[in-house]
């Protein structure tokens, strides 16, 4: 069955500091692979996404991901966080059986001054 | 875009009322789902739409819940009667299929905080 797994519940960075959001899936497939972001007391909204092709994927407000198919990862970066990134971050599978996705745990990211 | 629409944005209710939660896709869009989202639990699928027909409803906890989708524009979700452990955030989401089955983008609505006294 497919899965995906954030193993960091909270991380906190420092404003101008790079960030990494760790994710791990599970799929026998090429899977689709999602990045979703949810600013507090809002809904999620979609970061970006990788189907095929280059492996780095550009998102918006500044952020990728590059998929790593011998990693099983699909990690979310940005070279210098905004206190504004902070919210929670949410990775995704899709869900080739039908129109579902599979969300991971959530990482809450907190940013310092 | 009007985005996906949610009502009310927030619900106090009593232990054992009925509560109805009200959702408006995006116009085009042919599938909707519920999601809940809890701080113990996280978020999680309770049912799925395609053409208003529910695909998947493993989810709905127990039979207090239930879905309906009566046309493309309009679904509810009911419980009754509610309890405070249904107190949660619940979300609306809708999508229209991708270049192919597992790729569609998923909207959100802004959710309805649902408190149960």
């Known amino acids: 069955a497919q899965s995906v797994t954030q193993p960091d519940i909270h991380i906190t960075v420092s404003e101008g500091a790079s960030l990494e959001l760790r994710c791990n899936y599970s799929?026998?497939?090429?899977?689709?692979l999602f990045w979703y972001v949810q600013s507090p007391g809002q809904g999620l909204q979609l970061l970006l996404k990788?189907?095929?092709?280059?492996?780095l994927v550009q998102g918006i407000k500044g952020f990728e991901a590059e998929f790593k198919r011998s990693q099983s990862s699909f990690n979310l970066r940005k070279p210098s966080v905004h206190w504004s990134d902070a919210a929670e971050y949410f990775c995704?599978?899709?869900?080739?059986?039908?129109?579902?996705?599979?969300f991971g745990a959530g990482t809450r990211l907190f940013v310092k001054a | 875009d009007a985005g996906v629409i949610q009502s009310p944005r927030h619900e106090v209710t009593e232990m054992g009322q009925e509560v109805t939660l009200r959702c408006k896709p995006i116009?085009?869009?042919?599938?909707l789902f519920w999601y809940r989202q809890t701080m113990m639990r996280g978020l999680e699928l309770l049912i799925y739409?395609?053409?208003?027909?529910?695909?998947?409803d493993s989810g709905m906890p127990e039979d207090r819940f239930s879905a309906k989708m009566p046309n493309a524009s309009f679904s509810t979700l009911k419980i009754q009667p509610s309890e405070p452990r249904d107190s949660a955030v619940y979300f609306c989401?809708?999508?229209?299929?991708?270049?192919?089955?597992?790729?569609?983008?998923?909207?959100f609505g802004p959710g309805t905080r649902l408190t149960v006294l």
């Open positions: 989401a809708s999508s229209s299929p991708g270049v192919g089955v597992g790729t569609d983008t998923q909207y």
């Open positions: 799929y026998g497939a090429t899977p689709y």
């Open positions: 995704a599978v899709g869900h080739t059986g039908g129109f579902k996705t599979i």
């Open positions: 739409f395609n053409n208003n027909v529910p695909i998947d």
């Open positions: 116009s085009g869009h042919n599938s």
């Open positions: 990788y189907f095929s092709g280059d492996t």
